[in-house]
């Protein structure tokens, strides 16, 4: 089942060239949503007898006059330059699945190990893993070609990608088991899928019957299946968007692979030009960052807006309340000044009243201390301290007693102990404690 986001990223223009014997194809699409149109094609003739000044400057104009020298081509391999095989390896870690694909494509080609180049990438089941193996050479050969004549170049890929890419372009197929022919000069070409082979791609000389045999060897498919045209395999192109788009394209391959570069999210991410070397100029591509970042902005702005709108909004809902509540609090304040107003009064007469109890028993602590026949001649009570005077059979141990008791303390004599008739004469002053 096809993602809904592939409606919304399929869409944009694509470049595809094809090496076809002596000459260049050049297949140019329009890609919007579900409309596909084959804006133009070029055939440049005898491109390796030619100066690449001359042949890039037919092909620059040609992609000017449909407002496309901003892209980047996909170029298909020659298939005689690329070994494409699909490898079934068990489930494995993604971090580990390089050093799995290099292990097994050592054994598939016949180069030196720092002249093969690879890329793999990974088809609709996990453990099938479609890879591509073609010479350094022949990269750096195509590479230094398609830059003496000025062409922008985003991936060198094989045929078996770019159809299977273009096959799934707009929906899955309907039958996961199926084979497909397209004639040519010199040939047919021939795709086809099934379950016992993902991708099978050849360009078969000869007989048609031969043709059919092997690949139904090749797919073990039945003996009575029916071979469809490629085309009907692939996005019709119709929907035209101006008067220099089409229906028609010469070749099934070169028109899967501007498919891919119209739409690259879409393709299978197969690519054997080196990372550094490919350009990536379609405008389109900006379209995601600029959306997200107007998005971002767009939060940014209303997240300030928001958090200032909360704050005044807070802030009238607070003072609304306050004005609200005022009133009460008022009252609430009146009350708790009157509550203490009266509990000052009523703790003041409660200390008054406690007086009057705290002097008699003071009185009554000096009745226990001096007692008979010693007397006091003279008593000053005041709310802190006390002066008595008087005589006792020995004013010694007077202080001592005084302290001792819970109503006196820090006592001290006045003036010596005086002698008389009957005993001793003292008077003393003494600290009051515990009195309100």
Same mark, same amino acid.
């Given at each position: 089942?096809?993602?809904?986001?592939?409606?919304?990223? +399929?869409? /944009?223009?694509?470049?595809?060239?094809? @090496? %076809?014997?002596?000459?260049?194809? &050049?297949?140019?699409?329009?890609?919007?949503?579900?409309?596909?149109?084959?804006? !133009?094609?070029? +055939?440049?003739?005898?491109?390796?007898?030619?100066?690449?000044?001359?042949?890039?400057? =037919? $092909?620059?104009? #040609?992609?000017?006059?449909?407002?496309?020298?901003?892209?980047?081509?996909? &170029?298909l391999l020659p298939r005689e330059s690329a070994t494409v095989r699909v490898l079934s390896l068990p489930p494995i870690k993604s971090s580990e699945m390089d050093a799995a694909v290099r292990y097994q494509t050592e054994s598939l080609h016949p180069y030196a190990e720092d002249e093969a180049? $690879?890329?793999?990438?990974?088809? !609709?089941?996990?453990?099938?893993?479609?890879?591509?193996?073609?010479?350094?050479?022949? &990269?750096?050969?195509?590479?230094?070609? #398609?830059?003496?004549?000025?062409?922008?170049?985003?991936? #060198?890929?094989?045929?078996?990608?770019?159809?299977?890419?273009?096959?799934? @372009?707009?929906?899955?197929?309907? %039958?996961? =088991? @199926?084979?497909?022919? =397209?004639?040519?000069?010199?040939?047919?070409?021939?795709? /086809?899928?099934? +379950?016992? +082979?993902a991708v099978f791609s050849a360009f078969v000389t000869g007989p048609v019957a031969r043709m059919e045999i092997l690949t139904r060897a090749e797919l073990r498919l039945d003996p009575d299946q029916v071979f469809a045209p490629l085309r009907s395999l692939l996005p019709p192109p119709g929907n035209a968007f101006n008067e220099l788009d089409g229906s028609e394209y010469q070749s099934?391959?070169?028109?899967?692979?501007?498919?891919?570069?119209?739409?690259?999210?879409?393709?299978?991410?197969?690519?054997?030009?080196?990372? =550094?070397?490919?350009?990536?100029?379609?405008?389109?591509? #900006?379209?995601?960052?600029?959306?997200?970042?107007?998005?971002?902005?767009?939060?940014?702005?209303?997240?300030?807006?928001?958090?200032?709108?909360?704050?005044?909004? $807070?802030s009238r809902k607070l003072k609304s309340r306050i004005a609200q509540v005022e009133p009460a609090a008022q009252r609430a304040r009146l009350l708790e000044l009157r509550t203490r107003k009266a509990i000052a009064a009523t703790q003041q007469v409660d200390a008054f009243r406690l007086r009057s109890k705290a002097d008699l028993d003071a009185l009554d602590q000096l009745s226990k201390i001096v007692t008979p026949p010693g007397y006091l001649s003279s008593l000053e009570l005041s709310r802190s301290n006390a002066q008595l005077a008087g005589e006792a059979p020995s004013a010694v141990g007077l202080l001592k007693a005084l302290d001792a008791s819970p109503h006196f303390r820090n006592s001290s004599f006045m003036q010596t102990i005086g002698r008389t008739k009957d005993g001793e004469s003292f008077r003393v002053k003494t600290d009051r404690q515990g009195t309100p």
């Open positions: 089942m096809m993602s809904p986001l592939r409606n919304w990223i +399929r869409i /944009g223009s694509g470049v595809g060239i094809e @090496f %076809d014997g002596a000459d260049l194809l &050049v297949t140019a699409v329009r890609v919007r949503f579900e409309r596909v149109a084959v804006s !133009d094609e070029l +055939r440049i003739v005898n491109y390796a007898s030619r100066p690449a000044a001359e042949w890039g400057a =037919e $092909y620059a104009a #040609f992609l000017k006059r449909l407002e496309m020298h901003h892209l980047a081509a996909y &170029v180049v $690879y890329s793999w990438t990974r088809l !609709d089941k996990p453990s099938d893993i479609l890879v591509a193996i073609t010479r350094r050479e022949t &990269v750096d050969q195509l590479t230094a070609l #398609f830059a003496e004549a000025g062409i922008s170049t985003a991936c #060198f890929t094989v045929n078996a990608a770019a159809l299977y890419s273009a096959v799934r @372009f707009l929906k899955a197929p309907a %039958d996961p =088991e @199926f084979a497909a022919i =397209e004639s040519a000069a010199a040939g047919m070409e021939v795709y /086809g899928e099934s +379950r016992s +082979r099934s391959r070169c028109y899967a692979a501007a498919l891919c570069a119209a739409a690259p999210m879409l393709a299978l991410r197969l690519n054997l030009l080196p990372k =550094e070397l490919r350009q990536n100029s379609s405008r389109l591509l #900006f379209v995601p960052t600029v959306v997200l970042t107007a998005l971002l902005m767009a939060c940014i702005i209303a997240l300030a807006l928001e958090s200032r709108w909360e704050q005044r909004e $807070y």
